[in-house]
C-alpha cells in the first residue's frame, strides 16, 4: 500500500510554509501528499496556540479523525506546530491517539522520527529549539510549493515578548535565515512558476542576517525576472527602519499593502502590553509611507479587552481605525495563554468585550466595503492564482491581495490581467478582463 500523508494546517501563514516544507520532506521516505484525509496512513494537525480556542480545535480535530477512521486502521497521528511545542509530552495524556508531537524548530527531525516509531511502537516528543540546522536541512530539499504566490520564511521567532504572546516560547528566540539561502530559494520558486513571493516572519522586519536587512531582500528578490510581486508579513512598528519605509521609494516590485499590527490605539493598553511602541510612533510611520505613496494602504491586528481597557482606551482604538481606515484587520477578543505575563491578570467582563469587538469589527467591515466599492469601475492588475471549480471562471488577487473573480481559462494562470470591476462585496470583486492596449491601470 502507498503511504500517504494529509496535513490539516491552522494557525498563521508561517505554519501553511512549514506544512508545504513537511510534504517536501516526508516525501524523501516515501510519502505522498493527498488531499483526501480519508485515504491517509499518516494524518499530520500543524497546530496554532495563539488562542485558547486555537488550541481546543486540535483536539476537537482528533476527535473527527478518531470517528473517521473508527472502522479501518489508524492512521499515524502526529501532532506538529505551537501546541506540540508548548503542550510536549503532556499531549499524550490528554489524547491517546496522538502517536507524535513535534515543535516547529524540529522539522528537519520529522523522518528520523517517524521510522523510528514504525520500528519502537513508541511515542515521541521533539521540542528543541534547533532552527539553524531545521533550514540547513530544508535548505537541501527543494520547496515544491509551485504555486503562484508562495511563502518564503525569513525569519522565525520572537524577542519581544509582548505580556500577551505565546510565540516566544513557542518558536523560540529570534533567528534570521542566511540571505543566500533566502535566494537561492526564491529563484528555484521563481524557476517553478512562482510570480509573487511573501516573504514571512513573526516578526519580519525585524530581519538581520550579517549587514542584510529585509529592505536588502526585497530588492535582491525583485531582480529576479520572474517575479513579478514582493510581499511581507507580519511587521512589528518598532522594526519599521527608515531603510524599510524608503524600499517603497525605490522598489518596483513591492505591493502597496502593509500588515502593521498595532493592537490598540491607547498608548496605555500599549505599554500594559509591554508593545515598545506608541501610537505617536505608528502616525510617523503611516504618515512617511503615505507621504511616499498615498496609494498605501495599511492592514492590522487587534486584542480587544485586553486586562485594563477601559471604554476610553478602546474609544482611541476605534477612532483609530477610523482614520488609518485599516482594510483586512484581524481582530480578537483577549485570550489568557499560559506562561505569559499576561495570563494573571483581571479579565474584564466578556458580554462588555464582545460588544466592543462587535463595534470595531462592524467598522472594519465598512472600511473594507468602502474601499471594494471605490475600486468599482477601475481597472486594476489582477495577478491570476488558479481556476474556480466551475472551471469558467479564474480567481486572481489585487496589489492590495483582494480576491477578484473573472471569466477567464488556464492559460491565464500566472499573468498580471487589466481587470475592469464591474461589481465588489465586503471580500471580493468581480470583474471582465480588459485589453490592455487603449485602457490606464489604476
Ligand atoms: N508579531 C506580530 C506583531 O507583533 O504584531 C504578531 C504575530 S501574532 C502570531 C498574531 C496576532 O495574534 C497578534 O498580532 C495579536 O493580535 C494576536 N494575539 C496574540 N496573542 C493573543 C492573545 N493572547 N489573545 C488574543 N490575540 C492574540
Ligand atoms: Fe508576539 Fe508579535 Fe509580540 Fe512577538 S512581537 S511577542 S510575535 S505579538
Ligand atoms: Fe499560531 Fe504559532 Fe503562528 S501560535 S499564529 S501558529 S506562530
Same mark, same amino acid.
Given at each position: 500500500m502507498k503511504k500517504k500523508i494529509f496535513i490539516k494546517t491552522f494557525g498563521c501563514q508561517m505554519n501553511e510554509y512549514d506544512s508545504n516544507r513537511i510534504y517536501d520532506t516526508v516525501k524523501k521516505i516515501g510519502y505522498e501528499k493527498t488531499l483526501n484525509y480519508e485515504d491517509a496512513n499518516c494524518y499530520l494537525l500543524n497546530t496554532c496556540h495563539i488562542r485558547d480556542k486555537a488550541k481546543e480545535k486540535v483536539y476537537h480535530e482528533i476527535g473527527r479523525v478518531k470517528k473517521i477512521f473508527r472502522n479501518k486502521k489508524k492512521p499515524l497521528v502526529i501532532i506538529a506546530g505551537c501546541v506540540a511545542q508548548a503542550e510536549n509530552e503532556e499531549i499524550f495524556k490528554r489524547e491517546s491517539y496522538i502517536d507524535l508531537a513535534i515543535g516547529p524548530q524540529s522539522y528537519h527531525k520529522i523522518n528520523e522520527m517517524i521510522l523510528n516509531y514504525f520500528e519502537k511502537k513508541k511515542k515521541k516528543d521533539e521540542t528543541e529549539f534547533d532552527v539553524i540546522s531545521k533550514f540547513k536541512y530544508f535548505s537541501k530539499i527543494k520547496n515544491e510549493s509551485g504555486k503562484i504566490s508562495a511563502f518564503l520564511t525569513i525569519q522565525e521567532g520572537c524577542d519581544k515578548f509582548c505580556h500577551f504572546c505565546v510565540v516566544p516560547f513557542t518558536r523560540g528566540p529570534e533567528y534570521s535565515r542566511p540571505f543566500s539561502q533566502i535566494i537561492d530559494e526564491a529563484k528555484y520558486l521563481a524557476d517553478h512558476g512562482t510570480k509573487e513571493i511573501i516573504l514571512l516572519g513573526q516578526n519580519v522586519n525585524a530581519y538581520k542576517f550579517k549587514n542584510y536587512r529585509l529592505s536588502n531582500l526585497i530588492f535582491e528578490i525583485e531582480k529576479i525576472a520572474e517575479i513579478e510581486r514582493v510581499r511581507y508579513t507580519t511587521s512589528h512598528p518598532k522594526d519599521m527602519t527608515e531603510d524599510l519605509i524608503d524600499t517603497y521609494k525605490y522598489s518596483k516590485k513591492l505591493m502597496p499593502l502593509i500588515h502593521l499590527p498595532?493592537?490598540? +490605539?491607547s498608548d496605555k493598553i500599549l505599554e500594559l502590553m509591554n508593545r515598545r511602541h506608541n501610537i505617536g510612533n505608528y502616525l510617523e510611520i503611516f504618515d512617511k509611507l503615505k507621504n511616499i505613496n498615498s496609494k498605501i494602504e495599511f492592514s492590522s491586528d487587534f486584542i480587544i479587552?485586553?486586562? +485594563?481597557?477601559e471604554e476610553k482606551d478602546f474609544d482611541l482604538t476605534f477612532n483609530l481605525i477610523k482614520k488609518i481606515k485599516f482594510i483586512n484587520s484581524y481582530s480578537f477578543i483577549f485570550s489568557p495563554r499560559p506562561g505569559?505575563?499576561?495570563?494573571d491578570l483581571k479579565l474584564i467582563d466578556r458580554q462588555i468585550s464582545m460588544k466592543r469587538l462587535e463595534k470595531i469589527q462592524n467598522q472594519l467591515f465598512e472600511n473594507q466595503i468602502i474601499m471594494n466599492r471605490s475600486m468599482e469601475n477601475k481597472i486594476l492588475n489582477v495577478l491570476v492564482e488558479n481556476l474556480t471549480e466551475n472551471k469558467k471562471q479564474v480567481f486572481g488577487r489585487t496589489e492590495y491581495m483582494t480576491p477578484v473573480l473573472f471569466d477567464g481559462s488556464e492559460k491565464d494562470i500566472g499573468k498580471i490581467l487589466p481587470v475592469k470591476i464591474f461589481k465588489s462585496n465586503r471580500s471580493t470583486l468581480f470583474g471582465v478582463v480588459v485589453n490592455s492596449s487603449n485602457k490606464k491601470v489604476a
Open positions: 498595532v493592537q490598540s +490605539g479587552g485586553y486586562p +485594563g481597557e505569559t505575563l499576561a495570563s
